[in-house]
């Protein structure tokens, strides 16, 4: 079967950083993906990790440990614009992407 | 913009209904996949389909169907429409031919209503 874990939810105060986990239990497993979605909006993409490794872009980095079916998104310098949803989403064979459900991230001043 | 076009934005509708739900993918991708966001809820696949046939089923209910047409436009169709079904509707695509960056382009969504 495929799942993901992720926490539901993390507040953290702006300028701080944070670290969203995301664990993934699947066959077929080519990478992990992360989202980012404000309220009423559409997901939009952050960063893809298909090997280990730290991948970084901006103020956003992700991490994945293939060994350990771990990942995580690190957010520095938090903005009050941060505050969202993050999620961790696994791409397996064929493209199928399959979704966490989810970590609901507030930013406080 | 992501390219995606998705319609309606916005149906409200009543219970027992059908109602159709499109989606035109940004240009040259093959992939179209459909998921299902209810109210406060993560996203919930429901089916893929590349290049016109299907590729990968989901969650989707046997009243939900859907297609790919030769355009790479999909249309995704909600039967025996029941309350429960009240969500966000989201279409993504991806994969111009031959590239797999793990990049899904999402429309802005069609918001289901059921009444």
């Known amino acids: 079967g495929q799942s993901l874990e992720q926490p539901s939810e993390v507040t953290a105060v702006e300028g701080a950083i944070v670290q969203i986990n995301c664990t993934y239990q699947t066959s077929g497993f080519y990478g992990l993906s992360w989202y980012q979605q404000h309220d009423g909006g559409a997901p939009t993409f952050l960063s893809y990790n298909a090997l280990d490794g730290l991948e970084e872009t901006g103020r956003f980095s992700s991490f994945l440990s293939r060994s350990d079916s771990y990942g995580y998104l690190l957010l520095q310098e938090l903005q009050m614009k941060d505050s969202a949803s993050y999620f961790c989403a696994e791409v397996t064979g064929g493209f199928k992407t399959i979704f966490g459900a989810g970590t609901r991230l507030f930013v406080k001043a | 913009d992501s390219g995606v076009t998705q319609t309606p934005k916005h149906l409200i509708t009543a219970t027992g209904q059908r109602v159709t739900l499109r989606c035109s993918p940004r240009?040259?991708?093959?992939?179209v996949y459909w998921y299902q966001q209810s109210l406060d809820q993560g996203l919930q696949f429901l089916i893929q389909?590349?290049?016109?046939?299907?590729?990968a089923k989901g969650n989707i209910l046997e009243r939900f169907s859907a297609q790919q047409f030769p355009d790479l436009h999909s249309e995704l169709n909600l039967s025996s429409l029941e309350l429960g079904d009240s969500a966000l509707y989201f279409c993504?695509?991806?994969?111009?031919?031959?590239?797999?960056?793990?990049?899904?382009?999402f429309g802005e969504g069609s918001r289901l209503t059921v009444l």
């Open positions: 240009s040259g991708d093959l992939s």
């Open positions: 993504a695509s991806s994969a111009k031919a031959g590239t797999n960056t793990g990049e899904l382009f």
């Open positions: 389909y590349y290049n016109g046939e299907e590729r």
